[in-house]
């Protein structure tokens, strides 16, 4: 059950973009659209993508995701002080698993 | 609204066992698949086990498989996690979180318990 590699960090300046990036195989990004991704502050994480493009309620669509192959990627927009947190993406992975997570990337917001 | 807190952590020693629960509120606890996930110092999020909502598929991360067992009470809205023979690298903080069937991710989590494996 090898985790999704992710970037160990990014950085960006308030109201410019960044992206992460998340590669899997063709077992669990490449063979489903089930791709999530959530925001950890050290509380309860929060899933702001799911089905790899969809926002949940209450989400900024300054959010978006996105699939190509075995990556995914997740792309905030005008980079607020509030998304400063770390991100992780996951993938469903039927197999005798469920689910597979990135090792996670910290956003640095300057 | 939906809330999941979880309870049970604690200091334990290696080779020793202990139960976190969840326990589950604001939802229909018995139509929903019910996840761990565990974070352990300085790492990142891993996935434990799944339960589906009438126990009958039960699935484990190799990490753990042989002494963790998940297990749930639908009449309590309660969710388990008994962990046995516990190592050091179970270190962590253990998340409970509801697992959505139709799409295939984690739409509400707990604050998480944490479980220290030391001498």
């Known amino acids: 059950q090898s985790a999704l590699t992710q970037p160990a960090s990014v950085s960006g300046s308030p109201g410019q973009s960044i992206t992460i990036s998340c590669t899997g195989t063709?077992?669990?990004?490449?063979?489903?659209?089930?791709v999530s991704w959530y925001q950890h502050t050290g509380k309860a994480p929060k899933v702001m993508i799911y089905e790899?493009?969809n926002r949940p309620s209450g989400v900024p669509d300054r959010f978006s995701g996105s699939k190509s192959g075995n990556t995914a990627s997740l792309t905030i927009s005008g980079l607020q002080a509030e998304d400063e947190a770390d991100y992780y993406c996951?993938?469903?992975?039927?197999?005798?698993?469920?689910?597979?997570f990135g090792g996670g990337t910290k956003l640095t917001v300057l | 609204e939906v809330q999941l807190v979880e309870s049970g952590g604690g200091l334990v020693k290696p080779g020793g066992s202990l139960r976190v629960s969840c326990a589950a509120s604001?939802?229909?606890?018995?139509?929903?698949?019910m996840t761990w996930v565990r974070q352990a110092p300085g790492k990142g999020l891993e996935w434990v086990s799944s339960?589906?909502?009438?126990?009958?598929?039960?699935y484990y991360a190799d990490s753990v498989e042989g002494r963790f067992t998940i297990s749930r009470d639908n009449a309590k809205n309660s969710l388990s996690l008994q962990m046995n023979s516990l190592r050091a690298e179970d270190t962590a903080v253990y998340y409970c979180?509801?697992?959505?069937?139709?799409?295939?991710?984690?739409?509400?989590w707990g604050q998480g318990t944490l479980v220290t494996v030391s001498s």
């Open positions: 604001g939802f229909s606890f018995s139509d929903n698949t």
């Open positions: 979180a509801r697992w959505r069937d139709d799409n295939y991710y984690l739409d509400y």
């Open positions: 339960i589906s909502s009438t126990t009958t598929y039960i």
């Open positions: 063709s077992s669990d990004v490449g063979a489903y659209d089930s």
């Open positions: 996951s993938s469903y992975a039927r197999s005798t698993t469920l689910v597979v």
């Open positions: 790899v493009t």
